[in-house]
């Protein structure tokens, strides 16, 4: 849950949050890998990781944080596929710029529904870290929302942490 500072500096509720990155989700998935993505709800945010791709873009400026999107490996060489038109079994070395490309357009898209004015928001360039077994926290995980998307295949989560600048 996000905390109540950040709320209301963005003068919104979890809700609208929670709406709107469904929105973008679906709506990016829809364009760019082909649909067929669901929203399945909140979910704990997840710390540890196997055998997963996570891609994640900084927010800076107006308010500062992060958006994330984390999926398994197999699940990462099928949005990769998708996108680029190319087999499962052709596209390993264009996963990382696959998935980060993910992320900047969800975080971009997200961002824009509270940049106001002199609330200028900045997205970092995406980074994106991948491996057998690996961690990855941010900041404080209470201040983080991550929800639970579906696809045919396999499940994947975009987390969002915010902060109040």
Request: charged residues 20%; negative net charge; contains cysteine.
């Amino acid at each position: 849950m996000l905390g109540e500072k950040i709320l209301a500096q963005l003068d919104s509720t979890e809700d609208q949050l929670i709406n709107h990155l469904n929105d973008d989700v679906v709506e990016i998935f829809t364009t760019m890998v082909g649909g067929g993505v669901t929203f399945s709800g909140k979910t704990d945010t997840m710390t540890q990781f196997k055998d997963s791709v996570s891609a994640m873009v900084g927010f800076a400026g107006g308010y500062n944080g992060m958006i994330s999107i984390n999926a398994s490996r197999e699940q990462s060489l099928r949005f990769t596929s998708q996108m680029l038109g190319m087999g499962v079994d052709e596209c390993e070395d264009e996963v990382s710029d696959a998935l980060g490309e993910l992320a900047n357009m969800i975080g971009g898209s997200f961002k824009h529904h509270f940049v106001k004015d002199g609330h200028e928001v900045r997205l970092s360039t995406p980074s994106v870290i991948y491996g057998q077994d690996y961690q990855m926290t941010v900041c404080s995980i209470p201040d983080t929302l991550t929800l639970l998307f579906e696809t045919a295949n396999d499940p994947f989560t975009v987390s969002l942490y915010l902060e109040v600048n």
